[in-house]
């Protein structure tokens, strides 16, 4: 019984982080814990259940495809030049005193602004 309930605390702590990460980091994980699986059952013993595990798999893919893309984007000259720009444009409302903080609430979410 020991077994069992520590197991399951484990699980709803699992789930707690997951609900506060972003889409993207879920699909990390659940590729993370596909691997895992992998690695501890034996070969053809672990394989997709559904549909759903199939279509998350494909965002994952769709996520690491997006990255790479924007990585390769923002690695050359001509980014940098507008990322420059726009950080210059950022500071200079900044010293103007037209920019407004950020605020979160509690759990690290944007709070709503008036």
């Known amino acids: 019984m020991q077994n069992t309930n520590v197991s399951?605390?484990?699980?709803?702590?699992?789930?707690?982080?997951i609900r506060k990460l972003p889409p993207e980091q879920n699909l990390q994980l659940f590729d993370f814990a596909r691997f895992?699986?992998?690695?501890?059952?034996?070969?053809?013993?672990?394989?997709?259940?559904?549909?759903?595990?199939?279509?998350?798999?494909?965002?994952?893919?769709?996520?690491?495809?997006?990255?790479t893309h924007w990585d390769a984007l923002f690695a050359s000259d001509e980014s940098q030049f507008f990322l420059d720009k726009m950080a210059d444009e950022a500071m200079a409302e900044i010293r103007a005193g037209k920019a407004r903080p950020i605020i979160f609430t509690n759990d690290g979410e944007l709070a709503a602004t008036s």
């Open 36 to 67: 895992l699986a992998s690695d501890t059952f034996k070969a053809g013993r672990f394989a997709l259940e559904d549909n759903e595990d199939a279509q998350a798999l494909d965002q994952t893919n769709t996520v690491t495809k997006n990255d």
């Open 8 to 17: 399951v605390s484990l699980e709803q702590k699992i789930l707690a982080i």
